[in-house]
């Protein structure tokens, strides 16, 4: 395997050093990398540049098998390793539904076929995703697909037996119920935040309860079994305040909160553009003043993307005809600089916490997230934090333009990402996999 010397990078922001990448790991560091790297060695400049470990994102939506035309796993992971990403987990809301051994070993075969990332496939709660039974959760466990997340995701498990009995049934392989807290009765017909807003556009609301009351009874069920739970995309102040004290009461709850909600309100639902419209909605700029409160205090333990790619026609008509969703893994960085880099709210270290180290860890994988020292596998991604972007969809690497930033300037720029000491992008564009 080729050795890449990556030289001048300054790991997490800090003190400029070399980084020596050998069979994929990182071999050394320090005056030693270029001491010891062999003779036929790759060199990258990158003085200047931030390295940071590759990153892990916990919630992405490749819609392969049967969404292939807004996106396909090869070209929703390219576009993963284009936003600095070495590992993505795949959401089961596919057709056929990940709801067994055999769909999430297709689509962890398609992931490895492609090589950009490592591919991990979200099992299904429920078969079918129809809430009513348990998918075969041991025979996805124990597939080649190793899985330890499982999502109905699009879909809130609502029933409290089927979620109890989901949460007592994944605690003997270490798995983690990821859910999607929308209660569906409360939530009928809804477009977008219930406020203000949406009783002055005349569209149907989609109270902050709704998500509230389900983590809330979520969070009891989990510690009443002693399981673990993880809350998507997390919209609310109120929310937090709840994942706060479950938190404190002990009970094994993470949180996870989209780039999207970070930055973006439900004023921009004024537009009656169906590209602002998500599931949970974009709330008031108090929610997202909260949400970045609690990413920076450790509340909310990640950022996951749940890119959501659609095809046009799903986007471009009225808002009540629109699909839900918004793509993210190409813009997921630049935002969280913009958020929470920039202001001062995180440093480098928290941003590798929680797009890299946590949803490793929450997703139990072993060779992600280990961080940049020697010995760690080489999972490397190294960005500009100073060039700032126009976003543009139609220039985007995935296969969808449901981007909600189009025309946005935002700061920062992926150069180079290594998965496990291989280059998958160099100067900002992928390296092509066929070698
Ligand atoms: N977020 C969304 O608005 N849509 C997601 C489903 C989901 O994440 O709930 C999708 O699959 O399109
Ligand atoms: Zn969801
Ligand atoms: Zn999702």
Redesign the pocket.
Known sequence: MTAHLLTGVLPYGEDPTDILVLDGAIAATGPEAAATAPADVVRHDLSGLVALPGLVDIHT?LREPGGESAETVYSGTRAAAVGGYTAVFA?A?TSPVQDNAGVVEQVLRLGREAGWVDVHPVGAVSAGLEGKHLSEMSAMAHSEARVRVFSD??KCVSDPVLMRRALEYVKSFDGVIAQ?SQDPRLTEGSQMHEGVLSAELGLRGWPAVAEESIIARDALLAGHVGSRLHVC?VSTAGSVEIIRWAKARGIDVTAEVTPHHLLLTDEMARTYSPIYK??PPLRTAEDVAALREALADGTIDVVGT?H?P?PVEDKDCEWQAG???MTGLETALPVLIETMVNPGAMTWRDLARVMSSAPARIGRLEDQGQGLEVGAPANITVLDPQVRRTVDGAAQWTHSTNTPYQGMELPGQVLATFLHGRPTVLEGRPVSQEA
């Open positions: 939506h959401m809301n995701d699009g999607h995309h998500v599931n749940d959501a659609h699909a839900f969703g």
